[in-house]
Protein backbone atom coordinates (compact mmCIF):
# COMPACT_ATOMS: atom_id res chain seq x y z
CA UNK A 1 0.00 0.00 0.00
CA UNK A 2 0.77 3.35 -0.43
CA UNK A 3 0.12 6.88 0.54
CA UNK A 4 0.13 10.38 -1.25
CA UNK A 5 -0.25 13.74 0.84
CA UNK A 6 0.26 17.14 -0.59
CA UNK A 7 -0.25 20.49 1.17
CA UNK A 8 0.37 23.71 -1.25
CA UNK A 9 0.51 27.12 -0.14
CA UNK A 10 1.09 29.36 -2.55
CA UNK A 11 1.20 33.55 -1.96
CA UNK A 12 1.52 36.18 -4.66
CA UNK A 13 2.43 39.85 -3.17
CA UNK A 14 2.62 42.49 -6.36
CA UNK A 15 3.10 45.73 -5.63
CA UNK A 16 3.61 48.68 -8.43
CA UNK A 17 7.20 49.25 -10.16
CA UNK A 18 8.26 52.46 -11.72
CA UNK A 19 10.67 53.00 -14.50
CA UNK A 20 13.20 55.58 -13.78
CA UNK A 21 15.45 57.53 -16.42
CA UNK A 22 17.51 60.49 -17.35
CA UNK A 23 16.50 63.33 -19.92
CA UNK A 24 20.71 64.26 -20.53
CA UNK A 25 20.60 67.10 -18.96
CA UNK A 26 18.98 68.04 -15.85
CA UNK A 27 21.74 67.74 -13.06
CA UNK A 28 20.48 68.00 -9.08
CA UNK A 29 22.82 70.33 -6.57
CA UNK A 30 24.89 67.67 -5.65
CA UNK A 31 25.99 67.16 -9.51
CA UNK A 32 24.19 64.01 -10.07
CA UNK A 33 21.63 63.56 -12.54
CA UNK A 34 17.72 63.70 -11.89
CA UNK A 35 15.78 60.73 -12.49
CA UNK A 36 11.97 61.11 -13.06
CA UNK A 37 9.89 58.07 -12.78
CA UNK A 38 6.69 56.79 -14.25
CA UNK A 39 4.78 53.72 -13.06
CA UNK A 40 5.37 51.06 -15.67
CA UNK A 41 3.83 48.04 -14.49
CA UNK A 42 0.01 47.04 -15.58
CA UNK A 43 -1.61 48.04 -12.55
CA UNK A 44 -1.38 51.18 -9.87
CA UNK A 45 -2.10 49.32 -6.24
CA UNK A 46 -0.91 46.56 -4.29
CA UNK A 47 -2.27 43.42 -4.54
CA UNK A 48 -2.36 39.41 -2.91
CA UNK A 49 -3.12 36.61 -3.83
CA UNK A 50 -3.52 33.23 -2.44
CA UNK A 51 -3.98 29.42 -2.72
CA UNK A 52 -4.03 26.62 -0.56
CA UNK A 53 -4.37 23.05 -1.54
CA UNK A 54 -4.46 19.35 0.15
CA UNK A 55 -4.23 16.74 -1.73
CA UNK A 56 -4.08 12.89 0.25
CA UNK A 57 -4.21 9.60 -2.10
CA UNK A 58 -4.12 6.33 -1.14
CA UNK A 59 -3.68 2.96 -2.48
CA UNK A 60 -4.45 -0.68 -0.56
CA UNK A 61 -3.31 -3.75 -2.43
CA UNK A 62 -3.24 -7.46 -1.81
CA UNK A 63 -2.16 -10.46 -3.99
CA UNK A 64 -1.64 -14.57 -3.73
CA UNK A 65 -0.17 -16.41 -6.04
CA UNK A 66 0.09 -20.27 -6.28
CA UNK A 67 2.41 -22.35 -8.90
CA UNK A 68 2.48 -26.53 -9.20
CA UNK A 69 3.91 -28.33 -11.35
CA UNK A 70 2.29 -32.19 -11.79
CA UNK A 71 4.18 -35.03 -12.87
CA UNK A 72 6.68 -32.98 -14.53
CA UNK A 73 4.61 -32.03 -17.69
CA UNK A 74 1.33 -30.23 -16.34
CA UNK A 75 2.58 -26.70 -15.16
CA UNK A 76 -0.62 -24.43 -13.31
CA UNK A 77 -0.29 -20.91 -11.92
CA UNK A 78 -2.49 -18.88 -10.42
CA UNK A 79 -3.43 -15.76 -9.03
CA UNK A 80 -5.64 -13.42 -7.58
CA UNK A 81 -5.51 -9.81 -5.89
CA UNK A 82 -7.77 -6.60 -5.20
CA UNK A 83 -6.77 -2.77 -5.09
CA UNK A 84 -8.50 0.38 -3.54
CA UNK A 85 -7.77 3.54 -4.29
CA UNK A 86 -9.17 6.78 -2.68
CA UNK A 87 -8.00 10.41 -4.47
CA UNK A 88 -9.58 13.39 -1.86
CA UNK A 89 -8.34 17.10 -2.31
CA UNK A 90 -9.91 20.53 -1.71
CA UNK A 91 -8.89 23.73 -2.39
CA UNK A 92 -9.73 27.23 -1.81
CA UNK A 93 -8.21 31.11 -2.68
CA UNK A 94 -8.50 34.73 -2.47
CA UNK A 95 -7.81 37.98 -3.95
CA UNK A 96 -7.84 41.30 -2.82
CA UNK A 97 -6.21 44.47 -4.22
CA UNK A 98 -6.48 48.52 -3.43
CA UNK A 99 -4.12 48.18 -0.32
CA UNK A 100 -3.24 51.67 1.49
CA UNK A 101 0.67 50.20 1.55
CA UNK A 102 2.95 47.52 0.42
CA UNK A 103 3.79 47.49 4.33
CA UNK A 104 1.27 44.66 5.27
CA UNK A 105 0.58 41.64 2.94
CA UNK A 106 -1.95 39.71 4.45
CA UNK A 107 -5.59 39.74 3.30
CA UNK A 108 -7.50 41.33 5.97
CA UNK A 109 -5.51 44.81 5.14
CA UNK A 110 -6.87 44.65 1.34
CA UNK A 111 -10.04 46.90 0.15
CA UNK A 112 -13.13 45.00 -0.66
CA UNK A 113 -13.66 46.28 -4.09
CA UNK A 114 -12.98 44.00 -6.88
CA UNK A 115 -12.54 40.46 -3.79
CA UNK A 116 -12.48 37.59 -4.84
CA UNK A 117 -12.83 34.10 -3.33
CA UNK A 118 -13.06 30.67 -4.41
CA UNK A 119 -12.86 26.60 -3.79
CA UNK A 120 -13.60 23.42 -4.57
CA UNK A 121 -13.08 19.67 -3.57
CA UNK A 122 -13.83 16.08 -4.67
CA UNK A 123 -13.58 12.48 -3.40
CA UNK A 124 -13.10 9.66 -5.64
CA UNK A 125 -12.79 6.25 -5.10
CA UNK A 126 -11.56 2.88 -7.11
CA UNK A 127 -12.10 -0.73 -6.47
CA UNK A 128 -10.75 -3.56 -8.42
CA UNK A 129 -10.44 -7.40 -8.02
CA UNK A 130 -8.51 -9.39 -10.52
CA UNK A 131 -7.03 -12.76 -11.03
CA UNK A 132 -5.58 -15.17 -13.31
CA UNK A 133 -5.05 -18.52 -14.26
CA UNK A 134 -2.18 -20.08 -16.41
CA UNK A 135 -1.74 -23.57 -17.79
CA UNK A 136 1.18 -25.06 -20.22
CA UNK A 137 1.97 -28.47 -21.17
CA UNK A 138 5.36 -29.17 -22.04
CA UNK A 139 5.46 -25.93 -23.36
CA UNK A 140 3.57 -27.04 -26.11
CA UNK A 141 0.28 -26.32 -25.47
CA UNK A 142 -0.30 -22.76 -23.21
CA UNK A 143 -3.36 -21.54 -22.15
CA UNK A 144 -4.07 -17.88 -19.71
CA UNK A 145 -7.10 -16.79 -18.65
CA UNK A 146 -7.25 -13.17 -16.74
CA UNK A 147 -10.21 -11.16 -15.43
CA UNK A 148 -10.67 -7.98 -13.61
CA UNK A 149 -13.99 -6.69 -11.73
CA UNK A 150 -13.57 -2.86 -11.67
CA UNK A 151 -15.44 -0.39 -9.53
CA UNK A 152 -15.42 3.26 -10.27
CA UNK A 153 -16.97 6.11 -8.36
CA UNK A 154 -17.78 8.11 -11.95
CA UNK A 155 -21.14 5.44 -12.77
CA UNK A 156 -23.99 5.10 -10.64
CA UNK A 157 -24.67 2.36 -8.73
CA UNK A 158 -26.50 0.06 -11.25
CA UNK A 159 -24.03 0.49 -13.73
CA UNK A 160 -20.49 0.24 -11.22
CA UNK A 161 -19.16 -2.17 -11.36
CA UNK A 162 -17.69 -3.64 -14.93
CA UNK A 163 -16.15 -7.63 -15.73
CA UNK A 164 -13.72 -7.28 -18.32
CA UNK A 165 -12.12 -10.99 -19.11
CA UNK A 166 -9.56 -11.83 -21.18
CA UNK A 167 -8.09 -15.70 -22.38
CA UNK A 168 -4.77 -16.23 -24.62
CA UNK A 169 -4.09 -19.57 -26.28
CA UNK A 170 -0.71 -20.84 -27.52
CA UNK A 171 0.38 -23.62 -29.81
CA UNK A 172 4.07 -24.52 -30.38
CA UNK A 173 3.73 -26.93 -33.01
CA UNK A 174 7.20 -26.97 -33.29
CA UNK A 175 7.36 -28.99 -30.10
CA UNK A 176 4.96 -31.70 -32.06
CA UNK A 177 6.90 -35.25 -32.35
CA UNK A 178 5.12 -35.27 -35.84
CA UNK A 179 7.13 -31.96 -36.82
CA UNK A 180 9.53 -32.67 -38.85
CA UNK A 181 10.67 -29.82 -41.21
CA UNK A 182 14.45 -28.97 -42.00
CA UNK A 183 13.97 -25.26 -42.80
CA UNK A 184 11.64 -24.46 -39.49
CA UNK A 185 13.27 -24.45 -36.06
CA UNK A 186 10.85 -23.01 -34.04
CA UNK A 187 7.00 -22.25 -34.86
CA UNK A 188 4.43 -20.89 -32.67
CA UNK A 189 0.74 -19.83 -32.95
CA UNK A 190 -0.90 -17.46 -30.61
CA UNK A 191 -3.82 -15.87 -30.27
CA UNK A 192 -5.94 -14.05 -27.77
CA UNK A 193 -9.29 -12.06 -26.95
CA UNK A 194 -9.68 -9.93 -24.08
CA UNK A 195 -11.88 -6.87 -22.96
CA UNK A 196 -10.80 -3.73 -21.18
CA UNK A 197 -13.12 -0.72 -19.87
CA UNK A 198 -12.36 2.66 -19.20
CA UNK A 199 -14.11 5.10 -17.51
CA UNK A 200 -11.64 8.64 -17.68
CA UNK A 201 -14.16 10.38 -20.23
CA UNK A 202 -13.02 13.70 -21.25
CA UNK A 203 -15.27 16.54 -23.15
CA UNK A 204 -15.78 20.19 -23.07
CA UNK A 205 -11.88 20.26 -21.64
CA UNK A 206 -12.74 18.16 -18.29
CA UNK A 207 -13.35 15.16 -17.06
CA UNK A 208 -16.91 14.20 -16.71
CA UNK A 209 -18.06 12.96 -13.60
CA UNK A 210 -21.07 12.62 -11.37
CA UNK A 211 -23.29 12.88 -14.69
CA UNK A 212 -25.88 10.52 -13.24
CA UNK A 213 -26.95 13.32 -11.11
CA UNK A 214 -28.87 16.37 -12.20
CA UNK A 215 -26.15 19.00 -10.28
CA UNK A 216 -25.42 22.53 -9.92
CA UNK A 217 -23.26 25.49 -9.74
CA UNK A 218 -23.02 28.66 -8.47
CA UNK A 219 -22.64 32.34 -10.63
CA UNK A 220 -23.64 35.82 -10.41
CA UNK A 221 -26.52 37.36 -11.70
CA UNK A 222 -28.06 41.32 -12.00
CA UNK A 223 -31.17 41.60 -10.24
CA UNK A 224 -33.06 44.56 -9.14
CA UNK A 225 -30.22 46.38 -9.46
CA UNK A 226 -28.24 43.91 -7.12
CA UNK A 227 -25.51 41.06 -8.58
CA UNK A 228 -26.66 37.95 -6.41
CA UNK A 229 -25.18 34.32 -6.19
CA UNK A 230 -27.36 32.12 -8.33
CA UNK A 231 -27.87 28.33 -9.50
CA UNK A 232 -28.01 27.03 -12.59
CA UNK A 233 -28.22 23.62 -13.95
CA UNK A 234 -24.72 22.31 -14.94
CA UNK A 235 -25.63 18.56 -16.55
CA UNK A 236 -28.65 17.07 -17.21
CA UNK A 237 -28.99 14.05 -15.52
CA UNK A 238 -28.61 10.07 -16.58
CA UNK A 239 -28.72 7.16 -14.26
CA UNK A 240 -27.72 4.47 -17.03
CA UNK A 241 -24.64 4.65 -18.31
CA UNK A 242 -21.15 2.51 -17.67
CA UNK A 243 -18.05 1.53 -18.57
CA UNK A 244 -16.56 2.01 -21.81
CA UNK A 245 -15.71 -1.22 -23.44
CA UNK A 246 -12.44 -2.37 -25.97
CA UNK A 247 -12.91 -5.56 -27.18
CA UNK A 248 -9.05 -6.86 -28.79
CA UNK A 249 -8.58 -9.62 -30.63
CA UNK A 250 -5.18 -10.55 -31.74
CA UNK A 251 -3.39 -13.52 -34.00
CA UNK A 252 0.02 -14.07 -34.31
CA UNK A 253 3.05 -16.11 -35.53
CA UNK A 254 6.35 -16.44 -34.35
CA UNK A 255 8.88 -18.63 -36.75
CA UNK A 256 12.63 -19.42 -36.10
CA UNK A 257 13.95 -20.91 -39.87
CA UNK A 258 17.34 -21.94 -41.50
CA UNK A 259 19.13 -22.90 -38.07
CA UNK A 260 17.40 -19.90 -36.30
CA UNK A 261 19.21 -17.24 -39.09
CA UNK A 262 15.35 -15.86 -40.05
CA UNK A 263 13.46 -14.77 -37.25
CA UNK A 264 9.83 -13.96 -37.94
CA UNK A 265 6.83 -12.59 -36.35
CA UNK A 266 3.24 -11.54 -38.23
CA UNK A 267 0.24 -9.94 -36.11
CA UNK A 268 -3.15 -9.21 -36.88
CA UNK A 269 -4.83 -7.71 -34.39
CA UNK A 270 -8.38 -5.90 -34.33
CA UNK A 271 -9.80 -3.63 -31.90
CA UNK A 272 -13.32 -2.37 -31.37
CA UNK A 273 -14.48 -0.51 -28.78
CA UNK A 274 -18.06 0.26 -28.05
CA UNK A 275 -20.36 1.96 -25.73
CA UNK A 276 -18.28 5.04 -25.86
CA UNK A 277 -19.73 7.96 -23.74
CA UNK A 278 -20.23 10.42 -26.09
CA UNK A 279 -22.66 13.64 -25.90
CA UNK A 280 -25.69 13.54 -28.55
CA UNK A 281 -24.51 16.67 -29.49
CA UNK A 282 -25.58 15.97 -33.49
CA UNK A 283 -28.94 15.20 -32.91
CA UNK A 284 -29.79 17.55 -29.90
CA UNK A 285 -30.23 20.95 -31.72
CA UNK A 286 -28.84 24.34 -30.26
CA UNK A 287 -32.09 25.91 -29.60
CA UNK A 288 -32.76 23.43 -27.29
CA UNK A 289 -31.12 25.04 -24.48
CA UNK A 290 -29.98 21.92 -23.37
CA UNK A 291 -27.44 21.09 -26.18
CA UNK A 292 -24.07 22.15 -23.67
CA UNK A 293 -25.44 20.20 -21.09
CA UNK A 294 -26.13 16.88 -22.29
CA UNK A 295 -24.56 13.76 -19.95
CA UNK A 296 -22.69 11.06 -21.58
CA UNK A 297 -24.22 7.80 -23.34
CA UNK A 298 -22.99 4.72 -24.29
CA UNK A 299 -22.87 5.10 -27.89
CA UNK A 300 -20.35 5.51 -29.45
CA UNK A 301 -18.26 2.77 -31.43
CA UNK A 302 -14.88 2.83 -33.16
CA UNK A 303 -13.04 0.28 -34.96
CA UNK A 304 -9.34 -0.25 -35.51
CA UNK A 305 -7.45 -3.10 -36.80
CA UNK A 306 -4.50 -3.90 -38.84
CA UNK A 307 -1.15 -5.79 -39.30
CA UNK A 308 2.44 -5.81 -37.61
CA UNK A 309 4.98 -8.02 -39.12
CA UNK A 310 9.10 -8.15 -37.77
CA UNK A 311 11.77 -10.18 -39.93
CA UNK A 312 15.41 -10.20 -39.38
CA UNK A 313 18.43 -12.09 -40.28
CA UNK A 314 21.49 -13.51 -38.55
CA UNK A 315 24.69 -13.50 -40.65
CA UNK A 316 28.19 -15.43 -39.83
CA UNK A 317 30.22 -15.08 -42.84
CA UNK A 318 33.30 -16.05 -40.60
CA UNK A 319 34.71 -16.08 -37.05
CA UNK A 320 35.87 -12.28 -37.64
CA UNK A 321 32.27 -11.24 -39.95
CA UNK A 322 28.51 -11.37 -38.28
CA UNK A 323 25.71 -9.37 -38.83
CA UNK A 324 22.54 -8.82 -38.61
CA UNK A 325 19.52 -6.89 -41.49
CA UNK A 326 15.90 -6.62 -39.65
CA UNK A 327 12.80 -5.19 -41.23
CA UNK A 328 9.84 -4.03 -39.28
CA UNK A 329 6.33 -2.26 -39.89
CA UNK A 330 2.55 -1.69 -38.92
CA UNK A 331 -0.34 -1.08 -40.44
CA UNK A 332 -3.49 0.34 -38.64
CA UNK A 333 -6.59 2.45 -39.39
CA UNK A 334 -9.23 3.35 -37.02
CA UNK A 335 -12.53 4.31 -38.45
CA UNK A 336 -16.00 5.82 -36.43
CA UNK A 337 -18.60 3.16 -37.10
CA UNK A 338 -20.99 5.35 -34.90
CA UNK A 339 -20.92 8.89 -33.78
CA UNK A 340 -23.98 11.08 -33.25
CA UNK A 341 -24.26 13.74 -36.25
CA UNK A 342 -26.14 15.87 -37.54
CA UNK A 343 -29.21 14.47 -39.11
CA UNK A 344 -29.38 15.58 -42.70
CA UNK A 345 -25.30 15.63 -43.45
CA UNK A 346 -24.84 14.47 -46.92
CA UNK A 347 -22.40 11.22 -46.51
CA UNK A 348 -19.66 13.00 -47.94
CA UNK A 349 -19.23 15.21 -45.02
CA UNK A 350 -19.93 12.48 -42.21
CA UNK A 351 -17.42 11.33 -39.61
CA UNK A 352 -18.68 7.38 -39.38
CA UNK A 353 -16.76 5.41 -42.12
CA UNK A 354 -13.52 7.75 -41.32
CA UNK A 355 -10.72 7.99 -39.39
CA UNK A 356 -10.74 9.74 -36.01
CA UNK A 357 -9.98 13.30 -36.18
CA UNK A 358 -10.37 13.55 -40.34
CA UNK A 359 -10.68 17.42 -40.53
CA UNK A 360 -13.80 18.55 -43.00
CA UNK A 361 -12.24 20.42 -45.60
CA UNK A 362 -12.87 22.36 -48.50
CA UNK A 363 -11.11 21.04 -51.86
CA UNK A 364 -9.27 24.13 -52.97
CA UNK A 365 -9.03 24.62 -56.82
CA UNK A 366 -5.69 27.04 -57.56
CA UNK A 367 -6.28 30.88 -57.71
CA UNK A 368 -8.08 33.68 -58.92
CA UNK A 369 -5.37 34.92 -61.78
CA UNK A 370 -6.73 38.50 -62.67
CA UNK A 371 -9.80 40.31 -62.93
CA UNK A 372 -10.93 38.72 -65.63
CA UNK A 373 -11.24 35.69 -64.68
CA UNK A 374 -13.22 36.79 -61.58
CA UNK A 375 -15.43 38.61 -64.52
CA UNK A 376 -15.68 35.11 -65.77
CA UNK A 377 -16.29 33.09 -63.24
CA UNK A 378 -19.79 31.54 -62.67
CA UNK A 379 -19.37 30.32 -59.17
CA UNK A 380 -21.71 32.10 -56.61
CA UNK A 381 -18.91 33.18 -53.41
CA UNK A 382 -21.63 35.41 -51.64
CA UNK A 383 -21.86 32.66 -49.14
CA UNK A 384 -17.95 33.01 -48.77
CA UNK A 385 -17.10 36.86 -49.38
CA UNK A 386 -18.64 40.06 -50.23
CA UNK A 387 -16.07 40.73 -52.72
CA UNK A 388 -13.25 38.25 -55.05
CA UNK A 389 -9.68 39.71 -55.64
CA UNK A 390 -6.99 38.83 -57.93
CA UNK A 391 -5.05 36.25 -56.08
CA UNK A 392 -8.15 34.52 -54.20
CA UNK A 393 -8.06 31.30 -53.46
CA UNK A 394 -10.57 29.10 -55.98
CA UNK A 395 -12.83 26.16 -54.65
CA UNK A 396 -14.36 23.34 -55.71
CA UNK A 397 -18.34 23.32 -55.83
CA UNK A 398 -18.10 19.30 -55.19
CA UNK A 399 -21.79 19.18 -54.74
CA UNK A 400 -22.41 20.97 -58.08
CA UNK A 401 -25.17 23.60 -57.14
CA UNK A 402 -23.20 26.63 -59.43
CA UNK A 403 -22.41 28.16 -55.22
CA UNK A 404 -19.84 27.91 -53.06
CA UNK A 405 -21.09 27.25 -49.76
CA UNK A 406 -21.16 24.86 -46.33
CA UNK A 407 -22.47 22.03 -48.54
CA UNK A 408 -19.01 22.05 -50.32
CA UNK A 409 -17.08 20.83 -47.23
CA UNK A 410 -15.88 17.32 -47.73
CA UNK A 411 -14.88 14.81 -44.70
CA UNK A 412 -10.51 13.93 -45.56
CA UNK A 413 -9.63 10.05 -45.10
CA UNK A 414 -7.34 11.01 -43.52
CA UNK A 415 -5.72 12.13 -40.00
CA UNK A 416 -2.71 13.07 -38.39
CA UNK A 417 -1.62 9.38 -37.39
CA UNK A 418 0.35 7.54 -39.50
CA UNK A 419 -1.57 4.22 -41.05
CA UNK A 420 1.90 2.72 -41.73
CA UNK A 421 4.70 3.21 -39.82
CA UNK A 422 8.33 1.38 -40.43
CA UNK A 423 11.83 0.90 -39.76
CA UNK A 424 15.02 -1.01 -41.07
CA UNK A 425 17.64 -2.07 -38.73
CA UNK A 426 21.87 -3.14 -40.30
CA UNK A 427 24.37 -4.41 -37.60
CA UNK A 428 27.59 -5.58 -38.55
CA UNK A 429 30.58 -6.32 -36.82
CA UNK A 430 34.13 -7.15 -38.55
CA UNK A 431 37.25 -8.10 -36.25
CA UNK A 432 36.98 -4.95 -34.00
CA UNK A 433 34.69 -2.80 -35.86
CA UNK A 434 31.25 -2.24 -35.51
CA UNK A 435 28.45 -0.48 -37.54
CA UNK A 436 24.68 -0.03 -36.72
CA UNK A 437 22.41 1.50 -39.20
CA UNK A 438 18.95 2.15 -38.54
CA UNK A 439 16.15 4.14 -40.78
CA UNK A 440 12.65 4.83 -39.92
CA UNK A 441 9.45 6.40 -41.91
CA UNK A 442 5.67 6.64 -42.10
CA UNK A 443 3.11 7.17 -44.32
CA UNK A 444 -0.44 8.01 -44.70
CA UNK A 445 -0.58 10.89 -42.33
CA UNK A 446 -1.46 14.46 -43.11
CA UNK A 447 -1.09 18.08 -41.55
CA UNK A 448 -3.07 21.29 -41.66
CA UNK A 449 -0.21 24.28 -40.95
CA UNK A 450 -0.77 27.75 -41.04
CA UNK A 451 1.46 30.22 -39.68
CA UNK A 452 0.36 33.20 -38.20
CA UNK A 453 2.19 35.54 -40.24
CA UNK A 454 1.95 39.37 -41.57
CA UNK A 455 2.01 42.42 -39.55
CA UNK A 456 2.86 39.99 -36.54
CA UNK A 457 5.58 38.48 -37.89
CA UNK A 458 7.88 37.15 -41.24
CA UNK A 459 6.40 34.44 -43.65
CA UNK A 460 7.84 31.53 -44.26
CA UNK A 461 10.14 31.51 -47.01
CA UNK A 462 7.95 29.04 -48.91
CA UNK A 463 4.95 30.67 -48.56
CA UNK A 464 6.65 34.06 -50.04
CA UNK A 465 8.56 32.51 -53.08
CA UNK A 466 4.92 30.48 -53.92
CA UNK A 467 2.39 33.13 -53.98
CA UNK A 468 0.36 35.23 -56.11
CA UNK A 469 1.58 39.07 -56.52
CA UNK A 470 0.59 41.61 -58.95
CA UNK A 471 4.73 41.12 -60.15
CA UNK A 472 4.26 37.75 -60.34
CA UNK A 473 0.36 36.34 -60.72
CA UNK A 474 -0.51 32.85 -60.21
CA UNK A 475 -3.37 30.60 -61.01
CA UNK A 476 -2.09 28.06 -58.43
CA UNK A 477 -0.87 29.84 -55.45
CA UNK A 478 -3.03 32.41 -53.67
CA UNK A 479 -1.78 35.33 -52.26
CA UNK A 480 -0.41 36.41 -48.62
CA UNK A 481 -3.04 36.89 -45.93
CA UNK A 482 -2.25 39.24 -42.48
CA UNK A 483 -2.85 36.65 -39.62
CA UNK A 484 -5.89 35.18 -41.37
CA UNK A 485 -7.26 38.17 -42.53
CA UNK A 486 -8.68 36.13 -46.13
CA UNK A 487 -11.91 34.38 -46.04
CA UNK A 488 -9.38 31.09 -47.15
CA UNK A 489 -6.90 31.43 -44.12
CA UNK A 490 -9.35 32.56 -41.18
CA UNK A 491 -13.17 31.77 -40.59
CA UNK A 492 -15.38 28.55 -41.64
CA UNK A 493 -13.13 28.42 -45.25
CA UNK A 494 -9.37 28.18 -43.58
CA UNK A 495 -10.07 24.53 -43.51
CA UNK A 496 -9.03 23.42 -46.89
CA UNK A 497 -6.92 20.94 -49.06
CA UNK A 498 -4.36 23.95 -49.99
CA UNK A 499 -2.67 23.66 -46.32
CA UNK A 500 -2.95 20.55 -46.18
CA UNK A 501 0.84 19.18 -45.82
CA UNK A 502 1.80 15.52 -46.36
CA UNK A 503 3.98 13.35 -43.90
CA UNK A 504 4.94 10.58 -45.69
CA UNK A 505 8.68 10.06 -45.27
CA UNK A 506 11.93 7.89 -44.49
CA UNK A 507 15.15 9.16 -42.89
CA UNK A 508 18.15 7.53 -42.08
CA UNK A 509 18.34 8.09 -38.49
CA UNK A 510 21.35 7.15 -37.26
CA UNK A 511 24.43 5.67 -38.40
CA UNK A 512 27.51 4.62 -36.09
CA UNK A 513 30.71 3.23 -36.77
CA UNK A 514 33.01 2.25 -33.99
CA UNK A 515 36.16 1.03 -33.07
CA UNK A 516 37.45 -1.33 -29.98
CA UNK A 517 41.21 -1.51 -29.34
CA UNK A 518 42.65 -5.11 -29.30
CA UNK A 519 42.97 -6.76 -25.84
CA UNK A 520 46.37 -7.58 -26.04
CA UNK A 521 47.05 -4.08 -26.20
CA UNK A 522 44.45 -3.14 -23.38
CA UNK A 523 46.46 -5.69 -21.19
CA UNK A 524 49.66 -3.85 -21.58
CA UNK A 525 48.30 -0.76 -20.41
CA UNK A 526 46.00 -1.65 -18.09
CA UNK A 527 42.59 -0.72 -19.65
CA UNK A 528 39.79 -3.15 -19.49
CA UNK A 529 38.12 -0.87 -22.90
CA UNK A 530 39.10 1.57 -25.36
CA UNK A 531 36.61 2.42 -28.19
CA UNK A 532 36.35 4.91 -30.58
CA UNK A 533 33.10 6.10 -32.56
CA UNK A 534 31.66 8.11 -35.14
CA UNK A 535 27.72 8.54 -35.30
CA UNK A 536 25.06 10.51 -36.57
CA UNK A 537 21.84 11.33 -36.56
CA UNK A 538 18.96 12.25 -39.22
CA UNK A 539 21.32 11.95 -41.48
CA UNK A 540 19.27 12.20 -44.58
CA UNK A 541 15.42 12.20 -45.27
CA UNK A 542 13.67 11.84 -48.14
CA UNK A 543 9.32 13.54 -47.79
CA UNK A 544 6.46 13.87 -49.86
CA UNK A 545 7.36 17.67 -48.98
CA UNK A 546 10.34 20.00 -48.13
CA UNK A 547 8.27 22.52 -46.29
CA UNK A 548 8.22 21.36 -43.10
CA UNK A 549 10.02 18.54 -40.69
CA UNK A 550 7.77 15.34 -41.54
CA UNK A 551 7.57 14.26 -37.78
CA UNK A 552 6.47 17.62 -36.57
CA UNK A 553 3.38 17.85 -35.32
CA UNK A 554 2.60 21.93 -34.97
CA UNK A 555 -0.15 23.09 -36.76
CA UNK A 556 1.03 26.74 -35.95
CA UNK A 557 4.53 25.89 -37.96
CA UNK A 558 6.40 26.31 -34.91
CA UNK A 559 8.44 23.83 -33.24
CA UNK A 560 11.98 23.16 -32.93
CA UNK A 561 13.74 21.31 -35.62
CA UNK A 562 15.35 18.22 -35.91
CA UNK A 563 19.11 19.01 -35.76
CA UNK A 564 21.89 16.87 -38.36
CA UNK A 565 23.94 15.68 -35.76
CA UNK A 566 27.60 14.21 -36.29
CA UNK A 567 29.23 13.10 -32.78
CA UNK A 568 32.90 11.59 -32.48
CA UNK A 569 33.98 10.58 -28.99
CA UNK A 570 35.75 7.76 -27.07
CA UNK A 571 34.85 5.67 -24.17
CA UNK A 572 37.15 4.37 -21.52
CA UNK A 573 36.80 1.75 -18.83
CA UNK A 574 39.78 0.74 -16.32
Known amino acids: GSVDKKNLTTKTFQTPWSLYKWDGTTLGSDGLPVLEGAIRSNFTDPRLRQRYESVLNTNASAMLSYDKTFASVHNFGALAGVTRETFEGENFSAYRRNYISGAVDQIFAGGTAGQETGGSAYERARLGYYGRLQYNYKEKYLAEFIGRYDGSYIFPESGRFGFFPGILLGYNISEEDFFNVNAVDFLKLRGSFGQMGNDQVFYNGALQEYAFLSSYGFGEYPINSNVVNTLRETVLA ?106 GAPDYQRQEGNPIGAPLLYQSDGAFLNAAEIDANQLDY ?127 KNVELGYNLPNAVLDKVGISNFRLYLNGLNLATIAAQDVFDPEFNSGSGQYYPQSRVVNMGLSLSF
Do not use: C, H
Not at 297 to 324: C, H, I, M, P, T
Open 382 to 508: SAVTGQLLPGDMKFVDFNGDGKIDGDDAVRSQKNGTPTFNFGATFDLTWKNFDLAILLQGATGAQIRVQTESGDIGNFLQYDYNNRWSIDNPSSVNPRLASRGDTYYTGGNYGGNTYYMFNKDYIRL
Open 238 to 343: NPMFTWERANNLNIGLDAGLLNNRIDLTLEYFLNKRDQILIQKTGSTPSSSGISSLLPPVNAGKVENKGFEFSVGYNGNASNDLRFRAGLNGGFAKNKIIFMDEVP
